[in-house]
């Protein structure tokens, strides 16, 4: 097995090529040779590359910078960023040196109210239609805290992560996150809120710029539903979700491309009735009779119950805690237990 090599500070001086030559995930991955996971995992500091993906990133690099090198990569950072060609403000914006992201709101007329975001608190599961426009449903997995900055919301879906202030109010979640490990890109949330204790399931709209080089702006469709039902899963940080958030969403993309079938993998987590809400239809009548001209997600087709979310509209008790069962499992924070046998006198 190849081995690898360390680099100084080799994340952020790939976030600052990435963000020089305009290299999406995708592109970043081609041009070394590897899967967009081994990218990623790159970008978030979770593993080093090879002495080959280096020398093949270099070669990459050179076409548009020339004279780059691989002992540039030794540089250190304000240098290596002066050899790319970025200013100091280019390099003080960089997701390294700018430390944990700490995006805030700011300059908003009425104070957030905290406490309306206490039904939310925990670890949730979420869908929506992957951003590439193929038509198949995207794990993610989030978290609702409270910290000294207020109500807040941490995001993966694998390949990008993030975390944002959240604005909650009675009827309403809004919540904005910073993107990355690029930080080049925000998503907004927004979400049919609800008035219970705790709330099981909640649904809206998600917008982004889509992670390929088109950066196309997309909107979709979403649902989170609560894994924490049963069990206390406080100390599961949403970081360490990534890595089995992201098998999940390489293998459905797999499937999808062997069998035709964008739904095949989703459905083993959730029932095909919940995974179809992220398919709305547009111009045409619903079963109510309304016509949607615009993308849209009313609280009268909400998942949650009226207005309070303490149930489900398709979901009862009991499926939910089979399906948030499933889903902790497909992030390896449930294991399966073994079943166990009991012998009788003419077993061997």
């Known amino acids: 097995m190849p081995k690898s090599i360390e680099i100084e500070e ?76 970025l200013d100091g403000a280019a390099l003080a914006r960089s997701p390294g040196a700018r430390g944990p992201a700490q995006l805030r709101l700011e300059g908003l007329r009425f104070s957030p109210v905290t406490e309306f975001g206490e039904p939310y608190l925990g670890l949730w599961c979420g869908f929506y239609q992957s951003a590439t426009n193929g038509g198949r449903p995207r794990l993610g997995a989030g978290r609702f805290f409270i910290n000294d900055l207020g109500l807040r919301f941490s995001f993966t879906e694998g390949d990008f992560s993030g975390e944002g202030p959240v604005l909650a109010s009675r009827s309403h979640l809004q919540c904005l996150i910073d993107i990355g490990p690029l930080h080049d890109r925000l998503a907004f949330f927004i979400c049919n809120g609800v008035q ?83 398919y709305p239809v547009v111009g045409a009548a619903h079963a109510d009779g309304q016509i949607d ?46 079943q166990l046998r009991v012998l009788g006198p003419s077993d061997d």
Request: charged fraction near 20%; glycine fraction near 6%.
């Open 10 to 85: 080799f994340s952020t001086k790939l976030g600052l090529v990435a963000k020089r030559l305009n290299w999406s995930g995708a592109k970043l991955a081609q041009q070394a040779g590897v899967d967009k996971s081994a990218a990623a995992r790159w970008l978030n500091a979770r593993s080093r590359p090879t002495d080959h993906s280096v020398m093949q990133l270099t070669k990459a690099i050179v076409q548009s910078i020339p004279g780059f090198t691989k002992s540039d990569w030794d540089l250190p950072l304000d240098q290596f960023g002066a050899r790319l060609g």
């Open 196 to 278: 219970a204790p705790r709330a099981l399931a909640i649904d809206g709209i998600v917008t982004v710029m889509a992670g390929d080089s088109t950066a196309t702006p997309i909107a979709s469709t979403m649902f989170f539903l609560r894994i924490d039902l049963d069990m206390a899963l406080d100390a599961v940080e949403v970081g360490s979700l990534s890595s089995a958030v992201m098998q999940v969403n390489e293998r459905a993309r797999e499937v999808h491309e062997k069998t035709g079938n964008p739904l095949a993998v989703m459905s083993e987590l959730v029932p095909l009735d919940i995974l179809r809400t992220l």
């Open 293 to 338: 001209h615009l993308l849209r997600s009313p609280v009268a087709r909400s998942l949650a119950s009226g207005s309070t979310g303490d149930a489900t509209r398709r979901i009862n008790q009991a499926l939910l805690s089979e399906i948030s069962a499933k889903e902790r499992r497909a992030l390896g924070i449930e294991r399966t237990r073994p």
